[in-house]
């Protein structure tokens, strides 16, 4: 009997280790005081290394509430400081609440312009397809910049995310905007998957990163399925085994599985930045 | 060797599945090294009558002449007539090695007496009794789904009335339920394992990982191999054994060891 440990290691694994792997979905933290979690981020850049990623792009994001303008650029300049600890792996992306819109797009302007991130990560404050976001999402295709939003077709009850952004919310801001870049984030996270990536599998401008805890039998396959491989960014959002077994395991194309791990239509944010 | 305890065969009617049958799983475990499975029906958790579902599972494992690979779990549900009866055929007349239980999908609690009944008459037959935390993660259940999972309060409770019995508590937050049973397991005769299909190896927040901090409060005799397939992808697991750091001796006690004592292999 064929010892699939070994397997995986010796052999399987050359897929991350010759290729150029960039986790579009990871996160730093602040300790109990507010500051900057510099332990934290060490860890997760060993173990980063460990499995051989070659970029984290990490965010910051308040998942309560209704965060204010202060609190925001506190948790911005944690990702800044990251990213000055660690600038040959981390990567930058702006946390900003929508709701307070002038102060979201001077945010998105300081964290791009000064302290270099490359793109914007949204929470659950509101649906992307909500008009308050306009100023945002326009800013955004003005500075070409990639948006990552929390995202998931819910079913568990209660309901504790009520305006969480499904793939049908994805498609309407999609047809607003076609221009943006948005990455509907997490598809092993967000709840009926196979929900989302039909509502978005028709709006070419949509993403998905692969990241969260679920691997069920067959989701990079549908993912692939529906959206194309060139639509498909890797991440983990804090489940690392998951994320590389289920790209391991997936009945696609190497092809396709190293164009996922280092999507080219996203090559040009990572040339920018603070390295 | 490797032992996989939790794997099932059977249709499941919330989403497609591939390779949900003995034909279909066999290459599968052939394919990942996999040389015995625990496997119970699928059937037998959505049929009013488990037994239904138990013997088709013995039928199927009969014409694919797979006994030597599967390690058949009969589900019964405690509250459906002659739960008793049906135990004891599936263990004497079936060859059935384990009790499976699913009171999220049956609607009862592991407190109550006709449970704390069927649990304790595992022990006397010698067989464990494997607890699925859950078979699909409930945050993309579908709508006519259970959103239960597995209560951890009643396990507890469930392992102080029935001090004999063998537990194995399989696809949930391990490393969280392992240390809140630490205390009642210690006062017990019989033992509880845990598989690792939910944790992760990598330390990515604190101080150390999920799968570390199970092996600290289970101890390395009680952690299991459980690849939940065909609902999931089996490499994940295999991604844990590669950066889990484990001695070559603690290896063997994961992927077989430990259940090799468990069924006296």
């Not at chain 1, 028709?202 to 692939?224: A, L, M, R």
């Not at chain 2, 040389?35 to 958790?45: G, Q, R």
């Not at chain 2, 690979?69 to 004891?88: G, H, M």
């Amino acid at each position: 009997m064929i010892d699939y440990t070994k397997k995986l290691r010796e052999e399987k694994m050359k897929l991350f280790k010759e290729n150029k792997v960039v986790n579009w979905h990871e996160h730093v933290w602040d300790d109990d005081d507010g500051k900057f979690d510099a332990q934290q981020s060490d860890l997760l850049v060993e173990s980063a290394r460990r499995a051989y990623m070659d970029v984290l792009v990490c965010s910051l994001p308040v998942s309560g509430g209704s965060p204010d303008p202060d609190v925001i650029r506190r948790k911005n300049n944690i990702i800044a400081e990251a990213v000055d600890r660690h600038p040959n792996i981390i990567k930058g992306m702006a946390f900003v609440n929508p709701g307070y819109s002038r102060e979201a797009v001077a945010e998105i302007e300081r964290c791009v312009n000064e302290l270099g991130m490359i793109g914007i990560k949204l929470y659950n404050q509101y649906f992307i397809s909500d008009p308050v976001l306009h100023p945002v999402i326009e800013k955004c295709i003005e500075l070409d910049i990639p948006i990552l939003e929390h995202a998931g077709k819910q079913m568990s009850l209660p309901i504790d995310q009520p305006f969480i952004s499904d793939g049908t919310h994805f498609a309407k801001v999609a047809e607003k905007y076609p221009e943006a870049v948005i990455i509907m984030a997490h598809i092993g996270g967000g709840g009926d998957w196979q929900w989302s990536l039909k509502a978005i599998a028709d709006c070419p401008n949509i993403y998905t990163d692969i990241s969260g805890s679920v691997y069920d039998e067959g989701i990079i396959e549908q993912t692939v399925s529906y959206l194309g491989a060139e639509r498909v960014l890797f991440g983990t959002d804090g489940s690392f085994s998951q994320g590389i077994g289920k790209i391991l395991a997936a009945n696609i194309s190497e092809k396709d599985k190293i164009e996922i791990l280092n999507n080219t239509r996203f090559s040009r944010y990572l040339e920018r930045g603070a390295y | 060797m490797l032992i996989d305890i939790n794997t099932y065969i059977g249709h499941w009617p919330f989403r497609q599945l591939r390779n949900n049958t003995a034909a279909g799983l066999l290459p599968k475990m052939d394919e990942y090294g996999i040389d015995m499975a625990a496997v119970s029906s699928l059937n037998a958790v959505f049929y009013k009558d488990t037994q239904e579902g138990n013997r088709e599972l013995i039928e199927e494992i009969q014409v694919n002449k797979a006994q030597d690979r599967f390690i058949p779990f009969a589900v019964i549900n405690p509250k459906y007539s002659a739960w008793e009866k049906d135990l004891i055929y599936c263990v004497e007349n079936m060859g059935m090695k384990g009790l499976e239980l699913y009171p999220y999908y049956h609607r009862y609690a592991l407190t109550e007496p006709e449970s704390v009944e069927l649990v304790k008459l595992a022990g006397k037959m010698n067989i464990p009794v494997h607890l699925p935390c859950s078979i699909v993660n409930v945050r993309q259940r579908h709508w006519m789904d259970t959103n239960d999972n597995l209560k951890y309060d009643q396990v507890e409770k469930l392992l102080a009335l029935c001090p004999d019995t063998d537990f194995i508590i399989s696809n949930g937050p391990s490393h969280m339920i392992a240390r809140q049973l630490k205390k009642v397991s210690k006062e017990r005769k019989g033992r509880v394992y845990y598989d690792f299909a939910r944790l992760d190896v990598f330390v990515l927040r604190a101080p150390t990982s999920a799968f570390n901090a199970l092996v600290q409060d289970a101890g390395i005799d009680h952690i299991v191999f459980g690849s939940v397939l065909p609902f999931q992808y089996a490499d994940p697991q295999f991604v844990r054994l590669t950066y889990a750091g484990l001695s070559e001796e603690d290896m063997d006690k994961v992927t077989s060891g430990n259940l090799k004592k468990l069924f006296q292999l």
